[in-house]
């Protein structure tokens, strides 16, 4: 069988290319997002909710799903408004290959934003980095070791917040997640909207 398409492509006298013996691909990404409109609608209305001069709430989308369903795809369909209002649009994703790193998708996407901070300049860097120094102190580290490309924003000779042993695991979660709001409160006033 093999050998028959291979003759049948090579053959000249039919004035035949290979091209007429290939199957065209399907290419998804000209036709856009299909049966997404419920989505593509709750994503605009959490936009608009933002967006409301007169009551800046904030909001934090999570997109999940099976695999190959079109979660990026829908998540880029955002992507588009944020960019218009000159805006920063950042993203990470949880995967099987990371999924021994619990916070692998915010590191990524922070860490994007950081890379954005270092790219506008060392003006923006220090002021940044002076807000956090000023409200975290030596706790900045918690967050160098989730966001990894914040050493990059700040003073890398960032000291190891010390602990006591006895510490409990709630403490040390209670304040990350206060450097973590914190962090994402000083950078939003900086990429607005975030």
Not at 107 to 132: H, N, P, W, Y
Request: proline share 2%; charged share 25%.
């Amino acid at each position: 069988m093999i050998k028959s398409i291979t003759d049948a492509t090579n053959s000249s006298k039919d004035n035949k290319n290979t091209r007429d013996w290939t199957i065209n691909k399907l290419r998804f990404n000209a036709v856009g997002l299909l049966g997404r409109n419920n989505e593509i609608d709750t994503l605009h209305a959490c936009w608009n909710r933002m967006m409301q001069p007169e009551q800046q709430t904030k909001e934090v989308v999570m997109i999940s799903g099976y695999s190959g369903t079109g979660k990026t795809t829908l998540a880029f369909e955002l992507k588009k408004k944020i960019k218009e209002e000159r805006g920063a649009f950042v993203t990470g994703k949880f995967d099987q290959y990371n999924s021994g790193e619990p916070l692998s998708a915010i590191s990524q996407a922070f860490g994007e934003l950081c890379r954005m901070t270092v790219k506008k300049g060392a003006t923006l860097c220090k002021e940044i980095e002076d807000v956090l120094r000023a409200e975290l102190k030596s706790e900045v580290y918690l967050l160098s070791q989730i966001i990894p490309d914040l050493k990059k924003v700040i003073n890398q000779d960032t000291e190891h917040a010390k602990t006591s042993d006895d510490t409990t695991s709630d403490a040390r979660q209670a304040q990350f997640n206060y450097a973590f709001r914190v962090f994402v409160r000083t950078m939003s006033s900086h990429f607005s909207p975030l």
